[in-house]
C-alpha cells in the first residue's frame, strides 16, 4: 500500500475577481488555482490572507456576482477562523457531450441576474440568479459549435444580448450575437439585430485554433454629451489588430427588423425560386464582412489576460510574454483607441484591478504579483522586450490631445508609410504611443515554481538532507528553483579563527539588563571571555585579559556560566551584577569589577568539599544554573545544589543527594521562565542511558517510575525540561512541557510531560555527533535549538510537537544571543569560527530562485564532479502575434551552490535539446563527466520528427575565461538519428535512448585511456583507433535497436532495468544486456502514459493524461510475464516527472512506519511524496480510517472523497467506475489531527456507521502514526 502526500502546494494561478465578502466595508480578492481557493483581504498595507479552501476538483474561473448594496452578503463567515460557506452547488458533467475544445468558462452579467456556463461543444447552460442565489438552470442548444470567446453586450435592463465568437464549418471566426429569452428558455433563432454579423477576416486571426480571440464587452460612452456618442460595442482582442465593433442603433435594428421580416415571407413563399434566392440572400448576409467602427494594430504576442482598470473605458492588456500596456477608450469618437505601453511584467494568466492604480496578476508560468501603475516612469529606458516591430507606427506622448476626424465620406486614411501631419487625423485605426519607460512598480511578488518541466534530489552540500531542483517556467520568467522544508537560518556576522569552542554563553552587565554585553567560551583545557562592543556601525567582540587579580577560571573548561540574583530582605535583587561560573574543580561566584574590567570572586564552593568516592578524586563532570539555583553533578554519581545566602554574596548547601551512577548530563532550568528557580532537576546517567526527572520536595530529591525514563539508544550528553507553551501554570490550555534528550550518536529523544509523568518517547536523528540543545524564541515562538553533524528547530504546534530542519552543518554549541545590532539572534560555534544569525520561518518551504529570463529550462541533470547543474533551455524570442517565431537551444552550467553560470553550449539554428543525461568515464586515467544531448531539428514540412542528433559534450576548466563562462564545453562527437530524441538514460554504463518509436542502446568502451561511443540501430562493424600523438578519438556506433511501440516520449530505469512510456499506447519492460534490449512484459490497456519511472526491479509507475497515476507490478502467470495492476489513483494533476528517492534524511526514517519511495512533480507546480507502508497490518487501519472520513466528512458543494479519487478517463467517471486502490490520500488523512477539536465528529469517525467499520486502532495511535507521516514530507 502506498500514500501520496504533498510536499508542496499547487502554486499556478488560474483566475481571480475582485468581491465583497461578508461585509461591505472590506474589498477581498479571490485567487483560484488548480485546487484551491484563498480569499485575502484588499487593506492599505498590500494584500492580507483571510482564509482558503481546498476543492476536489480542478477549478476553471472564478467570478463575482454583483449584489446591490440592500442585498445581504454571506458567503463568508467569520468567528475564531475565517471561512468560506457554500451556499449552493451544481453539478455540470455530463458523459455523452463533447468537451468544449477552445471556450471553457462562465460569465456572469453585470447585473448579477443571470449566469452562462460553458463546458460542452453546442451547448450551454444559463442559470437565473437572485439575490446572488441560483434560481434555476437550464441547458440551450446553440448553432454555433466550436465558440471561441462569449460576451454579455451591453443592453437595457432585463434584455440580455450575448456576443459569441466561434468558428464556423469552414474554420472561419464569425462574430454574432443572439439573444437570450429567459421565459421561454432559449435563445433567438435569428442574430440578435443589436449586432450585425460579421466574419473576421484572416489577416487579424490566422490560426484561431492555437491563438484564441476574445470577446471584451465595451458599455456606452455616457460621459460624451454629444448626439453621436459612443453606444457601446463590442472589441475582439488576440489577433494581429484589436477590433471594436459599434451596436446597432435603434433606427438600424428597426432596420434589420424588417428586413428579415421580409425574408421569413420570402422563404416561407410556395415558389421554390423564391425561396432559394431568399436562401442565398440569407447565406450572403451571414457571410458578409463588416468593418470595425475602429481598430488598432496589435504589437506584441497573442493577449492572455485584461482587465478594466478601474474605469470601463481603460482595459490593461497583457500578452504571452508580460508585455503590459492600457488601451484608452475615452472621448473615443474624438481620439480613437490609445495604446500606451506600460512595462514588462509575469506572464499573465489572469488580472484583476484592486484601488488605487494596484491591481493583481496571477500567472501560470512566472510568478504572481502585486503590481501598482505610477504616472510617471519609474525608469527612463524602456524594457528591451517593449521594442515595437518596425511595421508598428507610433506616435510621441505629446500628440495625444490632437483631436481625430471621422466624418464625411472623403475623410483621409492614414496610411502606414504616412507621415505625421498637423491637423486632423483618422482615429479608426487608432495610434500606438511611443514606449517611455517602464510604469509599474512590483509590490509584492507570489512565488510560483509552475510549470515543472523537470527536476532532480541533490545533496549539494552532504548534509543528508536532499533538495529539489526544478526546470520551471516558461516566456520570459524561465527559472532554476532549489526548493527544501524547515527553518531558515540568516547569518548576519561572522567571527573567524575562534575555533575548538565546546561551549558557549552570553550574560548581561545585570540580571534585569535586556542586552548581553559578554561571551564566554570554553575549548577543552581553557575559557575565554570577550567583551561585545554594540555601536551602529556593527559588533566586535574584545577579548579581555584575564590576570592574576580576576576571579575568572580561564586554565580550565567551563562547564556553566550564567547570570545570577541577590537576595535581600527576603527579596531577589533584580539589578544584581553577579555571575556564576563551574569548572571541574568547583563553583565561583563572581561580580564585575568596572573599575579594572575583570571579574572578582565573591564565593567559590570547591570540591574538596564534597566526600570521595572510592578514593578518586572528585571533580565536577555536569552543571547547570538557573537564576538562584546552581546543580553541581559530581562524579561517583553525586548531586550538590547551591543557592546563595541571604543578605550576602555567599554559597549555601541546599541539597545533596546520591544517585549511585555516574552522571552524564544535568538540567536545572524552570518551566516558568518568570520564576528564578526550579522545582524540578533532571539528570542522566552514564552506565545505564536512563534520565531521570527529580522533584525537591522538604529539601530533598524525589523520583518515581512514572519520572524515569526507558533505557536510551547511547549516552545522554545535552538534557532540557522546557515548557514551549505561553502558559506558566500547568492547568492553562497552552502550557506545553517536554524532555528533549540530546544523545552522543547525534539523535534527540523527546517526552511529554503529561499528569506528572514521561510519555510519548520519539527519537530523532541529526546525524552522528554529540547533539547541543539551546533554548530560544523563532517567529515569537519559543523553541529549542538541536544541532550536531545536522541542525534542527523543535517548537509546539497545533498542541504537538514538531521539528523544522535548519540547513546547518557541524555545530559544536550555540546560545542566545541578544543585542542592539543583533536583536534575538543566535551565535553558534562552528569548525572555522563563530556564526551570529538568526533563525526564522519555522516549518516553511524555501525557494531559492536563479531567473533566467527567456532562457527556459527543460532538462536538468546534477554532475558531483564538476558541482554544477547541466540545464537544456529552449529560448523563443518575442515576436508578434502570428509572426514567424525565432527560437534556439542551448545547455548551460550553473555552479550548484550559487547557480552562476560556469559555460555555454549553442545548438544550430532550428535544433532544440529534448533530453539531457550526465555519466562518467575514463580519460587519460581520469574520471571525467560527460554530458549527452538529445535533440530534435525542426523543419516546417515534417509532420511528425523525422531529424535529431546525439551529441557528447566533455567539460574542462577554459584557459580564457570570460565574464559569463569559466567553463569550456566541448563537442567531442555527435551522430545523426531518424526522429526526436524523447529520453536518455544510463543503464550499466550504456545511454538509452527513445527516438520516436524505438529504444536504442549506446555503451562506452574504455581502451588504453580512450573512450568510445556506440550507438546502434543495425549491428556494425566496431574500430578502435589513435592518431600519432595518441590522442583519443571519439565515435558514435550502433549497438542495438529496439522497435515496438508507437512514440516512446518517456524512459525510466532501476538496474538493468528500462521502462519505456508509449505516449500513444503504455508502458512495457525492458531488460538491458551487453548487447541488446529484451521485453519482458508489456501492458496492453490504453493508457496514454505521460511519465513513467521505475520503483524497482519489478514494479513500475507511471502518469497519464486523465490525471491518474498508476502503478504496475511484474507478474508471471501460465502465459508467460505481465504488466499487472495494482494501483489505481487520481491525483488531479498532470504529473510531468517522478523521481526516486526521499525529500528527507535517511536518519528521519529510521524506525518509521513509511518509506518515501518517489516523489512527484506537477505542471500546476505541486509537489508528491508517495510513501510505502511498510508495517504489515497498518494499510488496513489506515484503509479503515479514509473510508470513515470519506463518510463524514465531504468536500467543497458535497463532493464525495471516494469519488474524487476515483481513476478517470475521458470521459469522467461513472457509477459503474471502481474506487482507487493501492493508494491512499495522506492529506485527506493527515486531516484526522485536526478533528481533535470537533469531539462529536471524531467520535462519528472512529465509531464508523456499523460495528464492522468502527475502527481497531484507538485515535493516539493514529495520531501517533499520522504525525509520522506529516514529518515525511
Known amino acids: 500500500m502506498k500514500i501520496v502526500s504533498t510536499f508542496h502546494p499547487s502554486s499556478s494561478v488560474l483566475s481571480s475577481v475582485k468581491c465583497r465578502l461578508g461585509t461591505r466595508d472590506i474589498e477581498h480578492l479571490v485567487v483560484a488555482k488548480l485546487s484551491r481557493l484563498d480569499v485575502y483581504s484588499v487593506r492599505s498595507h498590500g494584500l492580507q490572507h483571510e482564509c482558503g479552501v481546498e476543492v476536489w476538483g480542478k477549478i476553471c474561473a472564478v467570478r463575482a456576482i454583483p449584489l446591490s448594496s440592500y442585498e445581504p452578503r454571506s458567503n463568508l463567515a467569520k468567528g475564531a477562523s475565517t471561512q468560506l460557506i457554500v451556499q449552493k452547488s451544481l453539478s455540470l458533467f455530463e458523459r455523452l457531450p463533447r468537451v468544449a475544445e477552445f471556450f471553457t468558462d462562465f460569465l456572469v452579467h453585470p447585473s448579477g441576474k443571470l449566469a452562462i456556463v460553458s463546458c460542452y461543444a453546442g451547448k450551454l447552460k444559463i442559470i437565473p440568479l437572485k439575490a446572488g442565489k441560483i434560481q434555476d438552470e437550464f441547458d440551450v442548444s446553440l448553432p454555433e459549435i466550436n465558440i471561441l470567446s462569449l460576451a454579455f453586450l451591453p443592453t437595457s435592463d432585463d434584455e440580455y444580448t450575448l456576443g459569441i465568437l466561434h468558428l464556423d464549418s469552414q474554420c472561419r471566426v464569425q462574430l454574432l450575437a443572439r439573444d437570450i429569452d429567459v421565459d421561454g428558455l432559449e435563445f433567438s433563432p435569428d442574430p440578435s439585430t443589436l449586432f450585425q454579423p460579421t466574419r473576421i477576416e484572416e489577416s487579424v486571426v490566422n490560426f484561431p485554433e492555437t491563438t484564441v480571440p476574445q470577446l471584451i464587452s465595451v458599455p456606452p460612452d455616457n460621459a460624451a454629451a454629444s448626439d453621436d456618442a459612443f453606444p457601446g460595442g463590442v472589441m475582439v482582442v488576440g489577433g494581429r489588430q484589436i477590433l471594436l465593433f459599434e451596436l446597432a442603433s435603434k433606427e438600424s435594428q428597426e432596420k434589420q427588423r424588417g428586413k428579415q421580416k421580409r425574408l421569413d415571407a420570402k422563404k416561407k413563399s410556395t415558389d421554390p425560386a423564391e425561396v432559394a434566392k431568399a436562401r442565398a440572400k440569407e447565406r450572403e448576409r451571414g457571410e458578409r464582412r463588416r468593418n470595425p467602427k475602429f481598430s488598432l494594430d496589435w504589437p506584441w504576442s497573442s493577449v492572455s489576460a485584461w482587465c478594466d482598470a478601474g474605469i470601463s473605458s481603460r482595459i490593461l492588456i497583457g500578452d504571452s510574454f508580460g508585455r503590459l500596456s492600457m488601451l484608452s477608450l475615452d472621448n473615443i469618437n474624438e481620439f480613437g483607441m490609445i495604446l500606451i505601453p506600460l512595462g514588462e511584467t509575469s506572464p499573465p494568466t489572469t488580472m484583476t484591478y484592486l484601488t488605487h492604480q494596484t491591481f493583481y496578476l496571477g500567472s501560470h508560468l512566472g510568478d504572481s504579483q502585486l503590481l501598482q501603475l505610477s ?113 531558515e537560518f540568516q547569518e548576519l556576522g561572522f567571527v573567524g579563527g575562534l575555533t575548538g569552542v565546546n561551549r558557549i554563553w552570553a550574560v548581561r552587565e545585570t540580571y534585569e539588563d535586556s542586552f548581553d554585553t559578554r561571551i564566554l567560551m570554553s575549548t577543552v583545557n581553557e575559557t575565554h571571555i570577550f567583551q561585545i562592543v554594540d555601536s551602529e556601525t556593527g559588533v566586535k567582540f574584545k577579548r579581555l585579559d584575564v590576570g592574576p587579580m580576576s576571579g575568572l577560571i580561564s586554565n580550565q573548561s567551563t562547564l556553566a556560566f550564567s547570570n545570577f540574583l541577590q537576595r535581600q530582605n527576603g527579596a531577589y535583587v533584580k539589578s544584581s551584577p553577579l555571575v556564576v561560573q563551574v569548572v571541574p574543580t568547583g563553583a565561583f561566584l563572581l561580580d564585575w569589577d568596572s573599575p579594572l574590567n575583570i571579574y572578582v570572586e565573591r564565593d567559590s564552593w570547591d570540591v574538596k568539599n564534597a566526600p570521595q568516592s572510592h578514593n578518586k578524586p572528585v571533580e565536577i563532570v555536569a552543571a547547570s544554573v538557573n537564576g538562584s539555583q546552581v546543580a553541581l553533578a559530581l562524579s561517583g554519581g553525586n548531586i550538590i545544589v547551591l543557592c546563595i545566602e541571604y543578605d550576602a554574596s555567599k554559597f549555601k548547601e541546599l541539597i545533596k543527594h546520591s544517585a549511585k551512577s555516574e552522571i552524564s548530563a544535568v538540567s536545572f532550568i524552570p518551566l516558568n521562565p518568570q520564576k528564578p528557580f526550579s522545582m524540578n532537576v533532571v539528570v542522566s546517567y552514564w552506565s545505564s542511558n536512563i534520565i531521570e526527572l527529580f522533584t525537591i520536595e522538604k529539601g530533598t530529591l524525589t523520583s518515581s517510575n512514572e519520572t524515569r525514563t526507558p533505557p536510551l539508544p547511547a549516552v545522554v550528553r545535552s538534557i532540557l525540561l522546557y515548557n514551549f507553551g505561553s502558559d506558566t501554570s500547568s492547568k492553562g490550555s ?135 547543474f547541466g540545464v537544456a533551455c529552449s529560448r523563443t524570442e518575442p515576436t508578434r502575434v502570428e509572426s514567424l517565431e525565432i527560437f534556439g537551444s542551448s545547455f548551460y552550467l550553473l555552479d550548484d551552490t550559487s547557480l552562476t553560470r560556469l559555460g555555454q553550449y549553442k545548438c544550430n539554428p532550428n535544433e532544440e535539446i529534448i533530453s539531457v543525461v550526465s555519466f562518467t568515464g575514463h580519460l587519460e586515467a581520469q574520471q571525467r563527466p560527460f554530458f549527452c544531448l538529445g535533440t530534435i531539428v525542426h523543419d516546417d514540412e515534417d509532420k511528425e520528427p523525422t531529424q535529431g542528433r546525439l551529441l557528447i559534450l566533455s567539460a574542462y576548466t577554459s584557459p580564457v575565461p570570460t565574464q559569463n563562462s569559466t ?64 590522442s583519443p578519438t571519439f565515435s558514435i556506433k550502433k549497438l542495438a535497436d529496439w522497435n515496438h511501440n508507437y512514440m516512446v516520449t518517456s524512459l525510466g530505469s532501476f538496474e538493468d532495468r528500462v521502462v519505456a512510456g508509449d505516449q500513444i499506447s503504455s508502458v512495457t519492460l525492458l531488460k538491458a544486456t551487453d548487447s541488446s534490449l529484451v521485453s519482458e512484459a508489456k501492458d496492453y490497456g490504453p493508457l496514454y502514459p505521460l511519465a513513467v519511472e521505475a520503483l524497482d526491479a519489478s514494479n513500475v509507475i507511471a502518469s497519464n493524461d486523465t490525471l491518474n497515476i498508476v502503478v504496475f507490478e511484474l507478474s508471471k502467470n501460465l502465459r508467460g510475464a505481465a504488466l499487472e495492476r495494482v494501483g489505481y489513483f487520481h491525483v488531479a494533476d498532470m504529473v510531468s516527472k517522478f523521481l526516486r528517492g526521499s525529500l528527507v534524511s535517511t536518519d528521519r526514517m529510521k524506525g518509521s512506519e513509511f518509506s518515501p519511495e518517489m516523489g512527484f512533480f506537477t505542471t500546476s507546480g505541486r509537489i508528491g511524496v508517495i510513501s510505502n507502508v511498510e508495517d504489515k497490518d497498518l494499510p488496513l487501519h489506515l484503509t479503515d480510517l479514509e473510508r470513515n472520513l470519506a463518510a463524514f466528512t465531504r468536500g467543497v458543494g458535497g463532493k464525495n472523497h471516494t469519488r474524487f479519487r476515483a481513476p478517470k478517463n475521458t470521459r469522467g467517471t461513472s457509477d459503474s467506475d471502481g474506487a482507487a486502490y493501492g493508494f491512499l490520500d495522506g492529506d485527506f488523512l493527515e486531516t484526522f489531527i485536526n478533528l481533535q477539536t470537533s469531539p462529536d ?33
Open 375 to 487: 504616472q510617471t516612469p519609474n525608469s527612463q529606458n524602456s524594457p528591451p522586450a517593449l521594442t515595437m516591430p518596425v511595421e508598428i507606427r507610433t506616435v510621441s506622448p505629446g500628440s495625444l490631445m490632437t483631436k481625430s476626424s471621422t466624418k464625411g465620406k472623403g475623410r483621409a486614411i492614414l496610411q502606414d508609410d504616412d507621415m505625421d501631419i498637423d491637423g486632423d487625423i483618422d482615429c479608426s485605426k487608432g495610434r500606438i504611443v511611443e514606449p517611455d519607460g517602464s510604469f509599474i512598480k512590483v509590490l509584492e511578488n507570489f512565488k510560483n515554481i509552475a510549470p515543472i518541466m523537470d527536476a532532480i534530489l541533490v545533496d549539494v552540500d552532504g548534509s543528508g538532507q536532499n533538495q529539489i531542483v526544478t526546470c520551471s517556467g516558461g516566456a520570459n520568467t524561465g527559472s532554476i528553483n532549489i526548493v527544501r522544508n524547515g527553518a
Open 734 to 868: 497552552d502550557y506545553q512541557p517536554y524532555l528533549l534528550a540530546g544523545l552522543g550518536d547525534g539523535s534527540v529523544v523527546s517526552f511529554t510531560l503529561k499528569d506528572g509523568s514521561l510519555k510519548d518517547q520519539k527519537i530523532l536523528s541529526l546525524g552522528h555527533a554529540p547533539v547541543t540543545l539551546t533554548p530560544c524564541v523563532v517567529d515569537g515562538k519559543k523553541s529549542v535549538f538541536a544541532a550536531g553533524n545536522r541542525a534542527t528547530v523543535f517548537f509546539c504546534d497545533k498542541n504537538r510537537l514538531v521539528n523544522s530542519a535548519v540547513v546547518l552543518k557541524e555545530i559544536a554549541a550555540g546560545c542566545k544571543l541578544n543585542t542592539r545590532l543583533f536583536p534575538s539572534s543566535i551565535i553558534l560555534a562552528t569548525p572555522t569560527g563563530l556564526s551570529i544569525g538568526s533563525v526564522r520561518n519555522l516549518n516553511k518551504i524555501h525557494i531559492r530562485s536563479t531567473f533566467l529570463g527567456l532562457d527556459n529550462p527543460r532538462q536538468i541533470t546534477h554532475e558531483p564532479l564538476l558541482k554544477a
Open 967 to 1030: 567553463v569550456e564545453l566541448s563537442l567531442l562527437t555527435s551522430t545523426e538519428v531518424n526522429g526526436c530524441v524523447y529520453a536518455l538514460k544510463v543503464v550499466k554504463g550504456k545511454i538509452i535512448a527513445a527516438i520516436n518509436s524505438s529504444v536504442r542502446g549506446y555503451p562506452p568502451r574504455c581502451l588504453n585511456d580512450f573512450i568510445f561511443w556506440e550507438f546502434q540501430i543495425q549491428l556494425f562493424d566496431f574500430d578502435i583507433s589513435s592518431d600519432e600523438t595518441d
Open 1241 to 1273: 465528529l471524531l467520535k462519528n469517525v472512529m465509531a464508523g456507521g456499523n460495528v464492522a467499520e468502527k475502527l481497531k486502532l484507538p485515535k493516539e495511535d493514529f495520531l501517533k502514526v499520522l504525525e509520522k507521516l506529516q514529518n515525511l514530507h
